[in-house]
């Protein structure tokens, strides 16, 4: 029976080791569970947004205009390649667009507020044809030259206005207008009646092809101003995250070392305590996947200072028992006891403040708020099921037997 | 042991002697609000050559750029704050540094409008009242209404402190300070509340004839323990995240530094007393009303 005991209690601290192992180190080619939280824009590069949204000439500020307009938006996000943005309306006239890991985040901003308003013109400013007469744009690189062109194909209504203002009109110029900027001022050689024309003059295909995305798309119902931009370097945030790293290994491992020198054995599950509650704080958070930012993670390293808490007053309280003169059975169970209401009282209100916090804070005043909340709620349970089920099973095991050991 | 309670009055003019500068400071010159709170832009850029600040600020500003702050961070890495920029205004300034100083990699870029801001700081506030009034609201209910209002009493205290050296110095203010000070909220509570507790306990076993203040004092001793070494481990992280953490959270891990310090001061020497001292008052009104 006592080596059953035993067995169990040695088998659970492996446990926990191969666990906390998993979720932080990883098992050579096994990537360890941290890797899958997903890193906020301050930790991995990127950029954040907010545009606010302003009427054009004939065009109000109304859900059907704001639809349209993230809708052109998510299609350049898109066709630029890049993955997993998030787009929201905020409000009633703003959009939030964040990129994460985009190597040229400045430059897609560029292009998502983009009006791209396409126009061929006469040299009177006749309005030939427009965007709205366009079925595609490819961008592409001339076989002869080398040079970068976008490749225009027009719809059969643009097809006909184009076929029909060419045949009049060879020999005079033809002005290609994007955003109201003049971009070229070809001269009509012959008539164009198979609805194609092309627009050169581009640096490089990437270029091209972000004017390709930009005439595909549509021009946008209404105009977008930049109300807020936060961007954040690759470099800088894989800076931040290595630094934020260290800081949190060198803080964990002081409270380990000062619960084991202070609290002895107890302090030694303590530690084992920490770990579940460190994997099951992060498994929760992969789990809601939430967003792991710079605040968030000196968030949870914070709730880990705070999470030794409910030990520190458990341990307490027990060492207070066996000075009375209890055994140690029974002074686990009244320390216990008499610590739940006292951890219960003292986390709800940390609770509130971080509930309220997530109502009201935006960004990542939220995501500090989140792992705030789930480390409250982890470290109560923990300090209360796990660190109370080990103590009573090293006692019954009676691997640790002398009172001292408990700080008694 | 020494007694706690007795000596009230200094733990009380301890407080007052960071609290009132802090409040005087406030009010003569305010908090150093950062671009979260006015608007404008920060730039953090790393140059390959090595330049000098002045420099910096006398290219931008020959562009017509107001510039508030240049702030060297590490080697070739500059902060530059400046009035709100747009678009063209920011590649003016980003082409005039690269021209003049040489190569240059922008690291980071915030820019806020002024509306922004305004809703942060409105929200920021509400959040302060309406979690003070529910935490109060769960003290009253849990406990007593006087151990609700000596927490806030003592809650407030912390944030006064906080605040008040931020504004001493000068510090710069960012919204992850607001997070802060609503954790150090949570956290000054959380202490006060252990404590309480334990008053509350042995309110229940008190002996006949012993008095309050002197059953104030055992739990403030028998809790000590947990109060010194709870603070320590929050410390330990809080250095640790000081020492070796990024540059952007150096102004949230100020303010917690200076709020959990002075939440265990407040809960051991000021909200224990302030409740006492409530108590004390409201039994004399009482015995007022039955002589």
Do not use: C
């Amino acid at each position: 029976m006592r080596l059953g005991k035993f067995t169990i209690f040695s088998g659970v601290l492996i446990f926990i080791l191969i666990l906390g192992w998993y979720m932080f180190l990883g098992f050579g080619p096994v990537k360890p569970l941290v890797k899958y939280t997903t890193l906020g824009l301050d930790l991995q590069g990127g950029v954040h947004v907010v545009f606010q949204a302003k009427e054009l000439p004939g065009s109000p500020v109304n859900d059907k205009t704001m639809q349209s307009t993230i809708s052109i938006i998510e299609t350049r996000v898109n066709e630029l390649g890049i993955s997993e943005p998030i787009i929201q309306k905020q409000g009633k006239d703003r959009i939030i667009v964040e990129i994460a890991g985009y190597k040229n985040p400045e430059e897609a901003v560029r292009t998502l507020i983009k009006p791209a308003v396409l126009e061929f013109k006469s040299p009177e400013g006749e309005l030939v044809v427009s965007g709205k007469d366009l079925k595609d744009a490819i961008e592409s690189k001339d076989p002869n030259t080398g040079l970068a062109e976008v490749d225009l194909t027009f719809n059969a209504d643009g097809t006909k206005k184009f076929g029909d203002f060419t045949s009049k009109n060879v020999g005079r110029n033809l002005g290609i207008y994007l955003d109201g900027k003049l971009l070229q001022n070809p001269v009509i050689q012959e008539p164009i009646t198979n609805g194609k024309a092309r627009i050169t003059g581009y640096k490089d295909l990437n270029e091209a092809h972000r004017i390709a995305v930009l005439l595909r798309s549509g021009a946008l119902p209404l105009k977008l101003e930049i109300l807020e931009k936060k961007v954040v370097g690759p470099t800088l945030g894989a800076d931040s995250l290595r630094r934020s790293v260290k800081a949190s290994i060198i803080g964990v491992i002081a409270i380990f070392l000062f619960m084991i020198l202070y609290y002895r054995f107890p302090g030694f599950i303590a530690d084992f305590s920490l770990i579940l509650y460190a994997t099951i704080v992060l498994g929760v958070m992969i789990a809601l996947k939430a967003t792991l930012t710079l605040p968030g993670i000196a968030g949870f390293v914070l709730s880990m200072g705070m999470a030794v808490d409910a030990n520190i007053l458990i341990f307490e309280r027990l060492k207070e028992e066996l000075r009375m003169g209890k055994t140690l059975r029974s002074a686990i169970d009244s320390g216990f006891k008499r610590a739940f209401l006292t951890v219960f009282d003292s986390n709800a209100t940390t609770l509130i403040a971080a509930v309220i916090l997530y109502f009201l804070g935006t960004g990542p005043v939220r995501g500090f708020a989140v792992t705030l909340s789930i480390g409250i709620l982890a470290s109560f349970f923990t300090a209360i099921t796990f660190t109370r089920w080990l103590l009573f099973l090293a006692a019954d095991s009676k691997v640790v037997k002398n009172p001292k050991l408990y700080g008694a | 042991m020494f007694h706690i309670i007795k000596n009230r009055k200094y733990w009380y003019i301890i407080s007052l002697l960071i609290i009132i500068p802090g409040i005087i400071s406030l009010f003569l010159q305010g908090l150093n609000w950062g671009i979260d709170f006015t608007g404008g832009t920060i730039l953090e850029v790393k140059f390959a050559k090595d330049v000098q600040s002045q420099d910096i600020r006398s290219i931008i500003t020959q562009k017509g750029i107001k510039v508030s702050s240049i702030q060297q961070t590490s080697e070739g890495n500059y902060l530059i704050r400046t009035e709100e920029l747009d678009t063209a205004k920011r590649d003016l300034l980003v082409k005039a540094l690269e021209n003049n100083l040489g190569k240059m990699d922008v690291l980071r870029e915030d820019r806020i409008g002024g509306i922004v801001s305004r809703e942060l700081l409105q929200k920021a506030l509400l959040a302060l009242l309406i979690s003070s009034v529910l935490m109060l609201i769960y003290i009253t209910f849990r406990f007593e209404f006087y151990f609700g209002v000596a927490a806030i009493i003592a809650l407030l205290h912390d944030v006064f402190v906080t605040i008040g050296i931020f504004s001493i110095f000068q510090w710069e203010v960012d919204s992850s300070f607001v997070a802060a000070i609503l954790t150090i909220i949570g956290y000054s509570i959380n202490d006060t509340i252990v404590i309480f507790d334990r008053i509350r306990e042995n309110l229940k076993y008190r002996e006949k004839g012993e008095a309050l203040e002197d059953l104030i004092n055992k739990s403030l001793w028998q809790t000590m323990t947990r109060s010194i070494n709870t603070v320590m481990t929050v410390i330990f992280v809080l250095v640790a995240l000081l020492l070796f953490g990024g540059s952007s959270i150096k102004v949230f891990v100020t303010a917690m530094l200076i709020g959990v310090t002075s939440g265990a001061y407040s809960s051991i020497f000021n909200a224990s007393p302030v409740w006492f001292d409530l108590k004390r008052m409201s039994s004399k009104g009482d015995n007022a009303k039955k002589q």
